[in-house]
């Protein structure tokens, strides 16, 4: 069950990624991601509603609140540079850059006392490598400063995001995220206003924007379930396999040719999924 969580949130991350791609082609990466978030926060707002799952906050780091907020202000500015990253050029270069900050919340999950089997280690490694190599030829090839830098920031601010995340989740992962668009929502406001840019998005434009919110929201919803229902390591590392599903996207939409090393990241990606799920 954790595992298939994990994955399904990698498939509508990687949708959601493509998407706010091509929409930060037209508008202010800021701005894309604001207007995201606010359909994410009124998609858990009538979660809430629906399942009656609502529960007090506290100011203790035991609780959702703090943790959501910190993983908003991580994540907000993670997506905003990420975005502006898939603006500048190809998709394969920061999605490969961004997708190692799953190293961060791996890296704690040992340190608190997670032990994985050796079959699941080697085959979390192979995943993660096989993550980087579908979307990275660019990288391997020597693409522009910008976008490895921006996939640099992102991938650190992506990875203590999550590690927010997996806190909040032990006690309401549906709390936490919607906490966390709250604040985004919050902040996005204060960066309008200061800018005076409130977006001009066309009308054939907002059902993107809809669904590109929804999928983000859902995505952080599933992955912080699958931290509570078994490793936290192997939960984000299935998670975090998203740049297979923008390229793929992009190949099939945008036409993007694959490379041979992207056709070996999916393949790696596969088996080690294949090894961390069956060992």
């Not at 040992?110 to 080697?122: D, Y």
């Not at 859902?218 to 509570?228: C, E, P, Q």
Request: net charge positive; proline share 3%; charged share 10%.
């Amino acid at each position: 069950m954790a595992s298939l969580l994990a994955l399904l949130s990698s498939v509508l991350w990687g949708s959601a990624d493509f998407i706010g791609g091509y929409l930060t082609k037209k508008h202010k990466a800021v701005i894309v991601t604001a207007a995201s978030q606010v359909f994410g926060l009124i998609l858990g707002i009538v979660l809430i509603v629906l399942t009656k799952s609502y529960v007090q906050p506290n100011l203790n780091w035991n609780g959702y609140l703090i943790p959501g907020i910190l993983s908003a202000i991580a994540g907000f500015f993670g997506l905003a540079v990420f975005y502006q990253g898939l603006a500048t050029g190809s998709m394969g270069v920061i999605s490969s850059i961004a997708s190692l900050g799953a190293l961060i919340p791996i890296a704690i999950a040992f340190i608190n006392g997670e032990r994985p089997s050796s079959m699941q280690i080697v085959g979390m490694a192979i995943a993660l490598i096989g993550a980087f190599c579908a979307s990275g030829p660019e990288v391997l090839k020597g693409s522009s400063l910008k976008p490895i830098i921006y996939g640099i920031i992102a991938m650190f601010l992506f990875g203590t995001a999550i590690s927010f995340m997996v806190i909040g989740s032990k006690v309401s992962s549906l709390l936490t995220m919607t906490t966390m668009r709250m604040f985004t929502v919050l902040v996005a406001l204060i960066v309008a206003v200061l800018t005076r840019n409130f977006g001009s998005f066309k009308k054939k434009e907002v059902l993107p924007l809809v669904y590109m919110g929804s999928a983000d929201f859902l995505a952080n919803l599933f992955l912080g379930i699958a931290t509570t229902k078994g490793l936290v390591s192997i939960a984000v590392v299935l998670g975090s396999l998203v740049p297979i599903a923008t390229a793929v996207l992009a190949f099939r939409i945008l036409h993007e040719r694959l490379h041979k090393i992207q056709y070996l990241g999916i393949f790696l990606a596969i088996a080690g999924v294949a090894l961390t799920s069956v060992a």
